[in-house]
């Protein structure tokens, strides 16, 4: 897998209210980026994870607003061992992460890298923060949530994404 230039992951799950949801991840492995395009209706959003500069944008349609925030090593798979991950992990609960989101516009998009850039340009955009612990709890009611297979569950909390 390691050669290969791409490597694409196919999902359709049946939502808690009956509907659908189809996810594909792309998997770029010479430029060292994951693209996530999640159809849920108006809960649909794009993400993508540049691990060349450790940096995230997620894109969330009905809100027409796009969130970057550093990526979390730690908890996220790497890239080359992304495919294999998502099929291993049916029935077991995803890692969490959990952002606060900035209330401020970011106007320069150049130091998140050209993925980011190029997933968020002409769209209001706002950096996020990971949060820990009880900090979490505070925005527990203003969040939006980009499952990513079974993989992963990332909330962004904070105004400008309700």
Known sequence: LANDVSTNINEINQGNNGGNAHQSVNVNNDKHVANIDTNNGWNSWNSVWDYGNGYMATRILSKKTCIVAQMNRDVMPDITVLPQVAK???GRPPKELHYTVSKTKLTDLTPYGKSVEAMCRGIPTYLATEM???????????????????????????????
């Open 132 to 162: 820990h612990g009880a900090n979490f709890f505070y925005f527990s009611q203003s969040c939006f949530r980009a499952d990513i297979l079974f993989i992963l569950g990332i909330q962004f909390c904070g105004e400008v994404v309700y």
């Open 88 to 90: 291993g992990k049916k």
